[in-house]
């Protein structure tokens, strides 16, 4: 199966998703950044469908799946995973969250731990502020005619200096992306960041975990992913040289990560 599906949980909104690899291996499910599709996750799945049965899914608000009105929140986000698993009959999967993704992971360590095996958590934090600053990101993203300035925003968050200057055909990828997301859904998921504070129960996570960073990262800095590994029993932590987006910009690095610790 590699075409788009759907399934509609319980608030009435349709979450896509679409597994590419053997439905005979294990799963493992992908869950990208806000502002991207599943398909952020294109240069790694011929690699990972090899190993795994690889699923991934649109957030609510983005790509194929609904986008309901108002705030979003990261339960409902996390919820939205579990209602998909059920669908789908799938009790336990490796998760990878990269970003918000990330966001989701946590929660999901916390609040349903009997539902991952092992879980990577990338490029992310357990709280970001403040909510002035998502505030005003939401107000901004509504009042614009088009997703244009906001998406090379993002792009210069996401990627290093050299790359954009060099304009590699990465950039036009993920421009393409940032393009066709609803406003109404990033200001949405937007929402779901400014209201998320997992700072004090990520330390609940029992499951074992990897978390990745991003050594020039400006969205979730480094710092964040250190505060997250020393409070998770047990975590690994890898510093990858790389900005926001590492399984992009680093993605040797950051499959070699993954695959020595899911092994």
Request: aromatic share 8%; no cysteine; charged share 20%.
């Amino acid at each position: 199966m590699s075409e788009l599906n759907f399934v509609t949980v319980g608030d009435g909104t349709r979450i896509a998703y679409r597994f590419d690899g053997d439905a005979r291996k294990p799963v493992l499910m992908l869950s990208n950044s806000i502002g991207t599709t599943l398909h952020m996750w294109d240069g790694q799945i011929g690699e990972l469908s090899r190993h795994f049965r690889v699923l991934r899914y649109d957030f609510r608000g983005h790509g194929g799946s609904s986008v309901p009105a108002g705030a979003y929140s990261l339960d409902r986000l996390g919820r939205d995973v579990i209602e998909l698993l059920d669908a789908l009959g799938l009790g336990r999967v490796h998760f990878l969250g990269l970003s918000l993704g990330g966001f989701v992971g946590q929660w999901l360590g916390i609040h349903a731990p009997e539902r991952i095996d092992r879980l990577i958590l990338s490029n992310t934090s357990s709280h970001l502020g403040p909510a002035s600053y998502f505030d005003e990101r939401i107000a901004a993203v509504r009042q614009a005619p088009d997703m244009a300035e906001t998406a090379e925003t993002f792009l210069n968050n996401w990627f290093p200096a050299k790359m954009m200057a060099a304009n590699e055909p990465v950039i036009g990828e993920f421009r393409a992306m940032l393009l066709t997301i609803d406003r109404q859904g990033l200001a949405g998921l937007f929402a779901a960041v400014r209201d998320a504070d997992l700072r004090r129960t990520v330390a609940l996570i029992s499951r074992p975990t990897l978390v990745i960073a991003g050594e020039h990262d400006t969205v979730t800095a480094a710092s964040h992913s250190e505060l997250i590994a020393a409070a998770v029993p047990g975590a690994k932590l890898v510093v990858l040289p790389a900005v926001h987006l590492s399984n992009v910009e680093y993605p040797s690095g950051f499959m070699q990560a993954m695959f020595d610790f899911l092994r």
